[in-house]
């Protein structure tokens, strides 16, 4: 545990998602990077930490955003993500493209 601070609570967040990192193949050092800045984050938005970022309490919750912003993993970004790239870029047709053809459009 990096945390001598954290709560049993959070210690038992920290191991589930930490063993939920490694079961999905990542390595050790990331599987416990990610779960204690998710944990850190978590305390952040909730008050317990004496120090955090605006950003910290500020954004969207971890559990919520669940991958929104991601732009890898098995499918890779949603169709909404890259429609919003399509539009930026000023691609003619997006609206009725599908997800593949969006994809192939804004250049994964």
């Known amino acids: 545990m990096p945390q001598e601070a954290w709560s049993d609570k959070r210690e038992r967040q920290y191991e589930h998602i930490k063993e939920g990192l490694r079961e999905r193949g990542r390595s050790e050092d990331v599987s416990e990077e990610i779960a204690a800045r998710t944990v850190n984050k978590e305390r952040a938005r909730g008050g317990e930490s004496k120090t955090s970022s605006r950003t910290s309490t500020h954004d969207v919750s971890s559990g919520h955003r669940g991958g929104k912003r991601s732009h890898s993993g098995s499918k890779g970004r949603t169709k909404d993500q890259l429609y919003n790239e399509a539009r930026q ?9 599908t997800k593949d053809e969006l994809a192939r459009a804004v250049g994964r």
Do not use: D, E
């Open 89 to 97: 870029r000023g691609i003619k047709g997006r609206s009725t493209m």
